[in-house]
């Protein structure tokens, strides 16, 4: 990872995401293979203490004492390190001002979200580990908790995110590395990973009746179609020429008296790239 990045691990629950971020953190030990963080072997003792004062840490789940007010547990949390923002400039960073008073127990779950943020930036570290910051929240609430992440990058920060939203890593990820199964299947930033497609466009429709055994031959001789995937009760065409492949296909399907139950087109995600590399979506794994 470079210094001011943010570093991606995509993939699916299960995939090793939440493993791999915590050897980083130093709170797994690793099985084989060495660990370095800003340069520093994990070291227990003095260097150990002196690595995670310069690293923030929101976990998948973080559980946060109830009767505590906002203020109150950034208190607590600004303790544990020897530099620390003030309450008064973290709540700031998250906007959370009006809440300071407030109760754990009360807030939101995008308010919750706000305030674990809040306890892993409150040491103004160098590094921040963020896993599945967003997951569970609704639209308005994740893009609050994105504006955060920029803003901590924009003044020098370096991000690691562990993330299964294909959205949420295009638009914050310099590069990416997908993983599945413990393993790293895939690296290099949003538009490479797309690009190696070698297609902008995909097309996914289903018929009222099945699909033909046939069929899929058929589809591969279409223009612009550089990939057919067939899926449960649906087909992915990912194409280069969607103006050019759209109405060749509804052609042959009126040839071959197939009618269609749905279709839908999108421009090429990293959900096509994970797609392509594993032979499933992410979303449903």
Known sequence: MASGECFGLLGPNGAGK?????????????????????????????????????LGIQLQETQLADKLTVEETLAVFRSFYREAHTVNEVLALVELEEKRRARVATLSGGQKQRLAVACALVSKPELLFLDEPTTGLDPHSRRQLWEIIRSFRAAGGTVLLTTHYMEEAERLCNRVAIMDHGKVIALGTPRELIASLGAEH????????????????????????????????????????????????????????????????????????????????????
């Open 18 to 54: 939440t493993t791999t971020i915590e050897i980083l953190e130093g709170l797994t030990p690793q099985d084989s293979g060495d660990v370095e963080i800003l340069g520093t072997p994990w070291h227990e003792g003095a260097a150990g203490r002196a690595l995670r004062e310069r």
């Open 202 to 285: 995909v097309v996914e429709f289903a018929l009222i009746d099945g699909t033909p055994d046939d069929v899929t031959d058929a589809l591969r001789g279409l223009g612009g179609v550089t990939a057919v995937r067939p899926g449960a009760g649906v087909l992915s065409l990912t194409v280069t020429e969607l103006h050019r492949t759209l109405p060749a296909l509804l052609t042959l399907l009126q040839r071959r008296d197939l009618e269609l139950s749905s279709l839908t087109t999108h421009h090429a995600t990293l959900d096509d790239v994970f797609v392509a590399l594993t032979g499933r979506q992410l979303r449903d794994t």
